[in-house]
């Protein structure tokens, strides 16, 4: 069974860090991009930050970038989000997902498997 499960979030003061994990179970990394989405209440689900299995490139929303680092452990079949000098506006459901290919994606019906997602909340 294709799965995916997120952990690490949690409660964390404005400019406090918080590490996600993805682990995957059902299928490997090679030949697919995970990605990090997240949705805040009354919000559409928007996209993070995306790895690619092809050639490792990354991508980041212009709201995380140079705060969030995205990598990977492929002898671990787990994907991590270190998010740094989070803000209150960074709160939200983090979901994790598997795009349909090995190259860089962002929107969410390029993802075909998800997580269960992980809360993260940011006080000011």
């Known amino acids: 069974e294709v799965q995916l499960v997120e952990s690490g979030g949690g409660l964390v003061q404005a400019g406090g860090s918080l590490r996600l994990s993805c682990a995957a179970s059902?299928?490997?990394?090679?030949?697919?991009?995970i990605g990090w989405f997240r949705q805040a209440p009354g919000k559409e689900r928007e996209g993070v930050s995306c790895i690619s299995s092809s050639d490792g490139s990354t991508a980041y929303a212009d709201s995380v970038k140079g705060r969030f680092t995205i990598s990977s452990d492929d002898a671990l079949n787990t994907v991590y989000l270190q998010m740094n000098s989070l803000k209150p506006e960074d709160t939200a459901v983090y979901y994790c997902?598997?795009?349909?290919?090995?190259?860089?994606?962002?929107?969410?019906?390029?993802?075909?498997?998800w997580g269960q997602g992980t809360q993260v909340t940011v006080s000011s």
């Open positions: 997902a598997r795009a349909r290919t090995g190259r860089i994606a962002s929107m969410a019906g390029q993802f075909d498997t």
């Open positions: 059902g299928f490997t990394f090679d030949g697919y991009a």
